[in-house]
């Protein structure tokens, strides 16, 4: 999956792209060890090893910066991508299970969805941000994929686009974060591949 780096218009010299991965990078280091309250745009700037200023002209808010962060850290999960027909989703499907198993299964991983997940009740701002800018691109990109294999015969026809996609990222929630114990990667692929089926994807034997 690839990403831009987050673009703020305005006079001045050029972005310092070494330092917009440092202040990302800084800002999810911060967010797994302390939580969302105790993650300041301030120390986010301390961590990254610029000014506070530097922060400031590109992020207007914390929330945002977060939000931006965790889409960064999202970049190990490669996603589908284009593709000329629906038929070829099984494949790319069944080739993209054992990587997305790898990530999943990091503990750091984890630990940061949980830390987005808490984010909710008391940090609404966040959740809201990182719904717009990131979850529901990726969505409509999905929910069109699914349109595509029901017209292909890959998906039933019958199949409510949105419960499925519901459906999915509730059992990979319920999955990573509220069962105990620490999944393998070789777990996880398993588990995925048998929730794409039940879902109604058609996938190679394996």
Do not use: C, F
Not at 104 to 113: E, I, K
Not at 157 to 172: E, N, P, Q, S
Not at 177 to 189: D, F, N, S, W, Y
């Amino acid at each position: 999956m690839t990403t831009e780096t987050p673009r703020r218009a305005g006079p001045g010299r050029p972005r310092d792209p070494h330092a917009d991965t440092a202040i990302l990078e800084a800002a999810i280091e911060l967010l797994i060890e302390r939580g969302i309250d105790r993650t300041s745009m301030e120390s986010i700037a301390k961590r990254a090893g610029v000014a506070k200023v530097t922060v400031y002209k590109r992020w207007k808010s914390k929330e945002d910066l977060l939000a931006d962060a965790i889409e960064k850290a999202r970049d190990d999960i490669p996603s589908v991508g284009e593709m000329h027909s629906a038929d070829e989703l099984p494949d790319r499907l069944d080739a993209l299970l054992p990587r997305w198993g790898e990530v999943l299964a990091d503990p750091r991983y984890r630990a940061l969805s949980a830390r987005l997940l808490s984010a909710g009740p008391s940090h609404p701002a966040l959740l809201e941000a990182y719904w717009h800018h990131h979850v529901l691109p990726r969505r409509q990109h999905a929910h069109a994929l699914l349109r595509q294999a029901q017209a292909n015969g890959v998906l039933a026809a019958t199949a409510d686009i949105d419960i499925v996609l519901d459906m999915m990222a509730g059992a990979v929630i319920h999955h990573l974060l509220l069962e105990p114990g620490q999944p393998q990667p070789q777990e996880i692929t398993h588990y995925l591949r048998r929730l794409l089926r039940q879902a109604g994807l058609t996938l190679p034997a394996n």
